[in-house]
């Protein structure tokens, strides 16, 4: 946000510090000035003079000299330029005097141009005569400024006078950083309160008087809303006998300091009015206005409309339109059309004020691609009061400038507003809430230069419209801080008992699987949450399958990331194949990554994010390396035991015979396997590979890092070894699951020690052998209790047609 001071000034004539002083009261009091340069820096020695006479150089046919008044001398000037003729009133540059730039304009922001007396071609010259841009600014800002040539002055200027002060120049502008809360100090009004506020200094606001006709203006136009919930107010007035040209310099000179072209004196009004109260309003031509009246609408999609700016526009039915008896007329809040714009023939307008839905216009302005000053404004949603008040002044000025008479009347359709938010006033829990001893009175007069009102009946202050960010104590104890000053407030120790932080639980879990992870040599990857439907394909996954459900981004960067994840494995299988195509060799790679599960689509609630631990490698190793990595896992976070894997995973993507579903007490918590080749073609990996994948969601409540200490044992074990022979289909998880099932307490350990598949064996089935250790905490075990034991495993291994090998 700039703001010149010679504005501020105007609404705080009081005011008389200096500029860095300024700046850094300011910043003290909340408004954060980010800098400010002076209008008039490195012009020096600058008056108003007036050619007398002109005559031709001698020996330079492309020079003239000119005999200049400058009020307390007259002195000779030799000059190149061609616009000038004698009487002209020009600014000059005396001997020993300083300009901002160069004849092209090209600026030299350290030290200037100093001007110094000499000859040209043997004449001598005491000065210079300028132009615009060697005074630092350009005709964008002084349009009635030459192309080429030296600026011309009016017939009324004063020879002698100071030519910078004459030009406006003699201002600075200040540059804030006003966050979003702030709407109001996006404006003129806003700072010079905060100025005001920060200096203890009366604020002035502009009396706005407005002369009417007899003419009413709902006689010209009528306004109806139809979409209130973009657009909760729409202000609207009218101006007869429009006359159209520059606006005064006093509205150029301010516009031009705050980086404003003036253009004419209607389009000036409305971009004054916008600078000063932070209200963006527009002007239509209201011959163009079909039907006499204002539809504010949403636009239907596919609908396409010309701006201001001769460009076509494509709209779709989240954009707000203003529209008249037949067509639109304007993008809301963010541009006029090009078939409604003001014109020199215009001879009556139709002055807009309005209040649209904040975030709507930041997004229908991205969709456009038209961000403009006013949807900057609009985008931060404004004060609904302010609309009125703007329209007010902008008819106050088509008075004061003589350029149009205005109708009686607002026509106007809204919303109802919403009452003055009240807070209760607690100095008390002010106090205590800044570690300060401000007295009530001290904290009334702050509020009271904030133009907070306190109502002593109900001990409550009145919230002022314009001030949108004050909802709670603790925003006005934030006023109190920052106007009694930062600096008085002293250190205090925390009332609280300090607290230490730690990890969550699921936090924690993370990290043991991040150190396990990398205890088994694997590295990290990360990969984006966005990715393409076409992994969908490469996974094998059938058109029916419900990882195919996933979340469509609304304005993706592109096809490759144009979906949210719901399966975890192309960033590993993808990272995994550009290893192997760089030739690298025994690649392990993990991560733990988010997908994003929709409850239904489209989407009415945000999606169930999960956290998987992601597991995958290929060269050395194999199935049983990767599910002793999930194993280590498992073990660490107490969940070793109950664990089970069921082959007929039935995940397309992996080998339909090296693949497991995994199981904790019955609850499904990931799956591991070797890579289906064909998949291993698609990523263009040319070698076995393997992953894993844990859901920590159903990981997490099961996990227990509790550890109970058991001492040595005092009494033997004593082992048993078993062969058997077992038909192929029988795994050897249903075979433990068995033993341990039949082998009660007594039982401590089970261990398969062989396997054997050949021509001895019957064809359909296979040998295991397993070692068995029992073992009481109380006793030595006898050898009938252990038979016991055994004799209970046997027949519950018979039930699944297993027989002892002999």
């Known amino acids: 946000m700039d703001a010149n001071l010679s504005w501020i000034k105007a609404y705080v004539p009081d005011l008389n510090a200096g500029d860095q002083e300024i700046l850094d009261a300011l910043t003290l009091s909340g408004t954060k000035g980010e800098g400010f340069h002076r209008l008039d820096k490195n012009l020096e020695k600058i008056v108003v003079g007036q050619i007398d006479k002109i005559e031709p150089h001698p020996d330079a046919d492309k020079l003239v000299i000119c005999q200049v008044n400058i009020g307390s001398e007259k002195i000779q000037i030799v000059t190149g330029a061609k616009n000038m003729k004698e009487g002209d009133k020009v600014p000059v540059v005396l001997d020993g005097g300083r300009v901002a730039g160069g004849h092209d304009g090209s600026p030299n922001p350290e030290e200037g141009i100093k001007i110094k007396a000499g000859k040209l071609r043997g004449i001598p010259s005491q000065g210079m005569m300028c132009s615009i841009e060697e005074l630092g600014s350009s005709k964008d800002f002084y349009p009635e400024a030459p192309e080429d040539g030296l600026y011309i002055f009016p017939e009324d200027t004063e020879v002698g006078a100071d030519a910078v002060e004459v030009l406006g120049l003699h201002d600075t502008v200040f540059e804030f950083e006003v966050t979003s809360n702030r709407v109001d100090c996006y404006s003129i009004l806003g700072i010079a309160r905060e100025a005001a506020a920060t200096f203890k200094l009366p604020f002035k606001a502009p009396e706005v008087k407005v002369e009417e006709t007899a003419e009413k203006a709902s006689d010209y136009i009528s306004v109806e809303i139809k979409d209130a919930d973009l657009c909760s107010r729409y202000c609207a007035r009218v101006c007869t006998d429009i006359k159209v040209g520059p606006s005064p310099e006093w509205m150029q000179r301010r516009l031009a300091a705050n980086g404003v072209r003036p253009i004419n004196n209607i389009v000036d009004i409305t971009n004054y009015v916008m600078l000063e109260y932070g209200q963006p309003m527009h002007a239509f031509d209201l011959s163009t206005i079909a039907g006499n009246k204002i539809v504010v609408k949403r636009a239907k999609d596919g609908e396409k409309f010309v701006t201001l700016d001769g460009q076509e526009r494509n709209l779709d039915s989240e954009v707000i339109m203003i529209c008249d008896g037949e067509k639109e007329v304007a993008i809301g809040g963010i541009m006029g059309g090009e078939n409604s714009m003001i014109t020199e023939g215009a001879k009556t307008v139709l002055f807009e004020a309005a209040t649209f839905n904040g975030p709507n216009i930041r997004k229908s302005a991205k969709r456009i691609g038209l961000r403009t000053d006013a949807s900057g404004f609009f985008e931060k949603g404004l004060d609904p009061n302010n609309a009125e008040d703007a329209i007010n002044r902008a008819c106050q000025l088509v008075n004061e400038l003589g350029c149009g008479k205005v109708t009686s009347g607002i026509v106007e359709a809204k919303s109802p507003i919403k009452p003055l938010n009240r807070i209760v006033f607690e100095p008390d829990r002010i106090n205590a809430l800044l570690g300060t001893d401000i007295d009530r009175q001290t904290m009334l007069e702050i509020f009271e230069r904030e133009e907070l009102v306190y109502d002593e009946a109900s001990n409550e202050i009145i919230i002022p419209s314009f001030r949108q960010d004050l909802i709670g104590m603790c925003d006005i104890a934030e006023e109190v801080a920052r106007f009694y000053g930062y600096d008085k407030i002293p250190s205090t120790l925390p009332k609280n008992a300090p607290t230490t932080g730690k990890l969550t639980f699921k936090m924690t879990v993370e990290k043991t699987a991040r150190e396990v ?80 599960i929709a409850k239904e689509l489209p989407l009415k609630e945000l999606p169930d994010e999960r956290s998987q631990f992601v597991l995958g490698f290929y060269g050395e190793g194999d199935f049983f390396t990767m599910k002793g990595a999930v194993e280590e896992f498992l073990g660490q976070i107490g969940m070793a035991d109950d664990l089970e894997y069921n082959a007929k995973a039935g995940k397309p993507f992996l080998h339909p015979g090296r693949q497991a579903l995994i199981s904790f007490k019955g609850n499904a918590i990931g799956y591991l396997g070797e890579v289906h080749p064909e998949v291993l073609d698609n990523y263009g990996i040319g070698t076995r590979a393997y992953i894993a994948v844990l859901d920590l969601p159903a990981i997490v409540p099961f996990a227990n890092y509790n550890r109970v200490y058991t001492g040595i044992a005092k009494f033997p074990a004593v082992t048993r070894d078993i062969s058997m022979v077992v038909p192929s289909e029988v795994t050897a998880g249903d075979i433990e699951k068995m033993i341990k099932q039949r082998g009660g307490k007594k039982l401590e350990k089970l261990e398969l020690f062989d396997i054997y598949e050949g021509s001895q064996i019957e064809k359909g089935f296979k040998s295991m052998a397993y070692s068995l250790a029992f073992r009481d905490k109380e006793k030595t075990l006898a050898d009938d209790e252990v038979n016991a034991a055994m004799k209970k495993i046997l027949n519950g291994l018979e039930s699944l047609n297993i027989s002892l090998r002999s």
Do not use: H
């Open 517 to 596: 992870a990398q205890f088994c040599g694997f590295s990290q990857a990360y990969g984006y949450s966005f990715e393409s439907p076409k992994v969908f394909d490469k996974l094998l996954l059938a058109e029916d399958a419900p990882e195919r459900n996933a979340i469509k981004i609304s304005n993706p960067l592109g096809e490759d990331f144009s979906i949210m994840r719901t399966i975890p494995l192309n960033v590993i299988l993808t990272s995994l194949a550009t290893n192997y195509k760089r030739r690298n060799k025994d690649v392990k790679l993990y991560e733990i990554a988010n997908i994003y």
